[in-house]
């Protein structure tokens, strides 16, 4: 079985230190396979904060695979942002904007849904869902296909929807008809899962609140996902997990799971 812990909105800059500390006791106990980093990685772009993030992240032991998010790009240092939006970030987290993996159980593809000259909002162009899509297609038998994004691909509540991936209608309807299960998920802070109807096949939105900064939502305390699938999941079910910060405790505690059913399980 391989185990992907999904992390999202440190916002290093605002990290809580007993968040950070149970954080990192929760990735030695369950010691996953891969390290997701959806976006929003520091508070303001600079050098100290991707530096105490990539320290952070380098302590927690696995193979990390990380994506910039709006935060992640310079927003007062205008010739920074015109000209090397993502300088800062390539220094600590390498030069490849959209990284892969790809193992015997798992395919996860990143996509850089910022954009220099938006503030909040993201963007999939037309070029990236196809790309994306042709990798899909081309999927292991047995790999659960997982795509990351920094926006939410789809929200369940209506205030919410302006905070929608610009392109996500389209890259629903291309990801899912490529044969994707998962698509991966930050920028607001709210954790759930969540089935999206009306596709070719079986697909689900999976969504991290912020896992370390003191930036969170009414009702949403600090909150990672832990992903399990394959192995001996022989009945083809997914599980994923939602580890909530306990203040009282100060540590993460399981408090969500949801089963899964991927379409190509049963192919």
Same mark, same amino acid.
């Given at each position: 079985?391989?185990? @992907? ?50 320290? *952070? ?20 240092? @205008? ?23 790809? !193992? ?14 938006r503030h909040k909002d993201g963007t999939v162009s037309s ?37 929608? @991936? ?23 802070? @709210? ?22 900064? !003191? ?19 022989? !009945? ?8 909530? *910060? ?22």
């Amino acid at each position: 079985m391989s185990v @992907l812990l999904q992390l999202s909105d440190s916002h290093f800059g605002t990290e809580q230190t007993p968040v950070v500390q149970a954080l990192e006791a929760l990735a030695q106990q369950q010691k996953p396979d891969l390290l997701v980093l959806s976006g929003d990685i520091t508070q303001r772009a600079t050098c100290r904060q991707f530096a105490a993030a990539r320290v *952070f992240t380098e302590r927690l032991g696995a193979p990390l695979l990380a994506i910039p998010g709006n935060h992640d790009i310079p927003l007062f240092d @205008l010739t920074q942002r015109l000209f090397h939006p993502y300088a800062r970030y390539c220094e600590a987290f390498g030069n490849v904007l959209e990284p892969t993996h790809s !193992s015997r159980d798992l395919l996860v593809l990143c996509v850089n849904t910022t954009r220099w000259y938006r503030h909040k909002d993201g963007t999939v162009s037309s070029n990236q869902i196809e790309r994306v899509a042709s990798r899909l297609r081309a999927a292991q038998p047995g790999q659960l296909r997982v795509v990351v994004v920094h926006q939410p691909i789809a929200v369940l509540r209506s205030t919410e929807k302006h905070n929608l @991936l610009r392109g996500h209608a389209e890259a629903q309807q291309s990801w899912a008809s490529a044969g994707c299960d998962v698509v991966m998920g930050g920028h607001i802070h @709210l954790p759930y899962v969540m089935a999206l109807a009306g596709l070719a096949r079986p697909m689900w939105a999976v969504q991290a609140g912020t896992c370390t900064s !003191s930036r969170v939502r009414a009702g949403a305390p600090n909150s990672v996902n832990v992903l399990r699938w394959g192995g001996d999941t022989a !009945s083809g079910c997914c599980s994923i997990e939602q580890w909530d *910060f306990s203040a009282a405790k100060q540590t993460f505690v399981c408090t969500v799971v949801t089963e899964i059913h991927p379409a190509h399980s049963s192919d």
